[in-house]
């Protein structure tokens, strides 16, 4: 891969497009999966505790919480494309100044995570409990990635998809086998609650596959670099392959997660045990049910159009600044509905996921009452700060 690439990239039928305008695709991707997100959590705030998201004699909840599942390996997916589009040459960039800036805003991630977005799940200033989940991910994914992009694109794209399809195979190792060095395996690829003297860290997403992600996500960027046709071409063919070979794979229950699917007292339970796949890590087969149908949508969205498609691009052009400001939103509205209909609210300051009340929680169908409205109050600021985006590009912006 050359250390620069032209700014403006010429395609097969002599259109040109330019690495650094927005693709709209992704834009409405990655916006659909953010405004899905929110559905996740605020069912975390405001669902009754003790119950099982997963389970499948559940078929509403189960889905509720499956759909979600697209969330963060989208997310991360497209991080890795739009880090390959800003390094894409525009104004002669170099490797080098990509590298830089994967670096810097992976470290301000990882910081955000640890003080802005930790308070947001906690609304709590004590420092006796940390946790690292997506945002962290995201951001040590791009630390590493700052390293492999001075490698050549294919080396790129086998160390991810290696990563993907192969750490599934590290299973069998524990952490308990490292002695005083566990945690590192814990932060790699085994989720675990960590105790170091006072201080508690849930570390909720190993690193080995969502590196693997967002590598594999930089290795298919130059697709968005062709015309409409031949890259929904791509990338009908990438995910119709990947979601194909979920479902031939999970028939067989040979590899790529950790619980095998079962036959179920009724056809739809069984379809739910099918999908039923690992988050955390995320196993091979759940990051393939998430991302092949993600390619497909990639390549659906190319003629997107109308109300509701732009205004679901408006989140996913701020996709940071709607993460943090959601949910300090989502909590404060669990704080009053709490205060409002005469509960404590003490438990809601505090450690999360916290123990809730036996008597907390509202229906399913109030959750949703809920998301709709949290994500309707959040748009027109999140349509104001996209439009600062699109008029200025003040450095700074491109760290939020």
């Not at 891969?1 to 700014?7: L, Y």
């Not at 039928?13 to 650094?20: H, K, Q, V, Y």
């Not at 998201?53 to 969330?71: E, K, S, Y």
């Not at 709590?124 to 991910?137: G, P, R």
Request: hydrophobic residues 55%; positive net charge; charged residues 15%.
């Amino acid at each position: 891969m050359d250390a620069v690439i032209s700014p403006v990239t010429r395609v097969n039928d002599g259109a040109s497009i330019s690495p650094r305008s927005r693709i709209a695709s992704i834009d409405l991707l990655r916006g659909l999966v953010m405004v899905i997100m929110a559905l996740d959590h605020t069912r975390d705030f405001f669902a009754a505790g003790g119950v099982n998201p997963r389970d499948v004699a559940d078929p509403a909840l189960f889905l509720t919480r499956w759909v979600t599942h697209f969330c963060a390996p989208v997310f991360i997916l497209l991080a890795g494309v739009s880090a390959f589009l800003h390094g894409a040459g525009a104004n002669g960039r170099s490797l080098r100044d990509l590298s830089r800036f994967l670096v810097t805003r992976g470290l301000w991630l990882i910081l955000v995570e640890l003080t802005v977005v930790r308070l947001a799940w906690t609304f709590s200033l004590d420092l006796n409990y940390f946790f690292t989940q997506v945002i962290f991910a995201i951001g040590a994914s791009m630390v590493i990635l700052s390293g492999l992009v001075h490698l050549p694109r294919r080396i790129i794209a086998a160390i991810g998809l290696i990563m993907i399809a192969g750490h599934n195979l590290l299973d069998p190792i524990s952490a308990k086998m490292f002695g005083a060095a566990a945690p590192v395996w814990n932060v790699l690829h085994e989720s675990a609650m960590l105790q170091f003297g006072a201080v508690r860290w849930l570390a909720v997403y190993p690193l080995i596959p969502w590196v693997g992600v967002m590598a594999a996500g930089y290795a298919l960027g130059p697709v968005f670099l062709r015309d409409h046709r031949t890259r929904t071409r791509m990338l009908v063919g990438w995910g119709l392959a990947v979601t194909v070979g979920f479902v031939v794979l999970r028939a067989t229950n040979l590899y790529g997660d950790p619980a095998p699917w079962t036959a179920q007292p009724t056809l739809a339970a069984t379809i739910l045990s099918f999908i039923n796949c690992e988050k955390y890590p995320p196993s091979l087969l759940y990051l393939m049910m998430t991302l092949g149908p993600a390619l497909l949508l990639l390549a659906a969205f190319e003629k997107a159009r109308g109300r509701i498609a732009d205004a679901v691009t408006v989140f996913g052009r701020v996709p940071f600044f709607y993460y943090v400001i959601h949910i300090y939103f989502v909590h404060m509205l669990a704080v009053l509905l709490t205060a409002m209909t005469g509960g404590s609210v003490g438990w809601m300051f505090g450690p999360f996921p916290p123990d809730k009340p036996e008597s907390y929680g509202i229906g399913l169908a109030g959750v949703y009452v809920i998301w709709l409205a949290v994500v309707a109050a959040l748009y027109p600021l999140c349509r104001w700060f996209a439009a600062v985006k699109q008029r200025r590009s003040d450095w700074w912006l491109s760290y939020l």
